[in-house]
Nanobody, 121 residues
Framework: QVQLVESGGGLVQSGGSLRLSCAAS????????MGWYRQAPGKQRDLVAA???????NYVDSVKGRFTISRDNAKNTVYLQMNSLIPEDTAVYYC???????????????WGQGTQVTVSS
């Protein structure tokens, strides 16, 4: 009974900005890493950015300097600020959370439903 709900996708012109949000809710004991992945048509789902519970971040090279990932641990929410968007950023963006539902349970990955980001040239 864990849900990840994303918001903030849409259509934007090249050079524009969007901010994605993802809130995790339900039976959650603790969240380890949270991240954003994207999948373009005909391609595999790839990591865009990730953040650990203590704030360490990791980005794919193509978005470094343009995207910023952050999280609010009190709200179980992760954000992705996307600036200087280019058409190659067009994809469905998925939120991921690696979490435990109980104290001694194993870490498991949960996914949001995806949100479309389209960047026009």
């Amino acid at each position: 009974q864990v849900q990840l709900v994303e918001s903030g996708g849409g259509l934007v012109q090249s050079g524009g900005s969007l901010r994605l949000s993802c809130a995790a809710s339900g039976s959650i004991f603790s969240i380890d890493a949270m991240g954003w992945y994207r999948q373009a048509p005909g391609k595999q789902r790839d990591l865009v950015a990730a953040i650990t519970s203590d704030g360490r971040t990791n980005y794919v090279d193509s978005v470094k300097g343009r995207f910023t990932i952050s999280r609010d641990n009190a709200k179980n929410t992760v954000y992705l600020q996307m600036n200087s968007l280019i058409p190659e950023d067009t994809a469905v963006y998925y939120c991921n959370a690696r979490l435990r539902v109980r104290l001694l349970s194993a870490l498991r990955d949960y996914w949001g439903q995806g949100t479309q980001v389209t960047v026009s040239s």
